[in-house]
């Protein structure tokens, strides 16, 4: 029961250029999404969010662009930087879940110098 | 800044023992979970828990785990009886209040059962 899914395992950016990294969702409940980084051996760190009733949400260099129709999501790293180079994981919540995280399956970016 | 901690990083078990798993959430924060992530596996909900009670739990949240806050301030993870398979990394967070805002995560402690 895949329901958050980034089908992009990794993804490899040359450092200063853009990032971009993808989400999907089936269960058109989720109401709120959050992308969260991850180093190995560390607790996820949260890095923005953005409610359902938004389509856009921008901290510094993080945009997260929601598209509802498509059940879609994209998390936007501008200019990439090498401490950007961690695992990133996609997570969707449902009020009436107590806002449960459904996590995604991850996408591994590295920053190329 | 406030942060979530867990302890002990790291618990080596044996099969059939006990385990404890401790955090302490961010100080004002009012709901607290448990997720594991296997090894190359997704990270799962396991439950939530809200005015000193669960508020939801999943499947993987069978009667051999419990949840607790004894003291007002830790928030912990028993399992009673581990198996192979509950070797995991272990996370607790913990969020603010009502309504859709963020769980923070604690570090996480790596359980491997031998």
């Known amino acids: 029961d895949q329901q958050v899914k980034q089908n992009s395992p990794s993804l490899s950016v040359q450092e200063g250029r853009i990032s971009i990294l993808n989400c999907d969702y089936t269960n058109s409940m989720f109401d709120y999404f959050l992308w969260y980084k991850k180093y190995p051996a560390e607790g996820p760190t949260f890095l923005i969010s953005i409610s359902s009733i938004k389509d856009k949400n921008e901290d510094g260099r993080f945009t997260v662009f929601l598209n509802k129709s498509a059940k879609h999501l994209s998390l936007h790293i501008v200019p990439s930087q090498p401490g950007d180079s961690a695992v990133y994981f996609c997570?969707?919540?449902?009020?009436?879940?107590?806002?449960?995280?459904?996590w995604g399956a991850g996408t591994k970016l590295i920053i190329k110098p | 800044e406030p942060e979530v901690t867990q302890t002990p990083s790291h618990q080596v078990t044996q099969m059939g023992q006990e385990v404890i798993l401790r955090c302490v959430p961010i100080s004002n924060h009012l709901y607290f979970y448990w997720y594991r992530q296997i090894l190359g596996q997704k990270v799962e909900f396991l439950v939530s828990?809200?005015?000193?009670?669960?508020?939801?739990k999943s499947e993987i949240f069978d009667d051999q785990f419990s949840v607790e806050r004894p003291d007002g301030s830790n928030f912990t993870l028993k399992i009673r009886s581990t198996k192979l398979e509950d070797s995991a990394m272990y996370f607790c967070?913990?969020?603010?209040?009502?309504?859709?805002?963020?769980?923070?995560f604690g570090p996480g402690t790596r359980l491997t059962v031998l």
């Open positions: 997570a969707a919540s449902v009020m009436d879940s107590n806002y449960q995280l459904i």
């Open positions: 967070a913990s969020r603010r209040g009502q309504g859709p805002d963020t769980q923070y």
């Open positions: 828990f809200y005015n000193n009670e669960i508020s939801e």
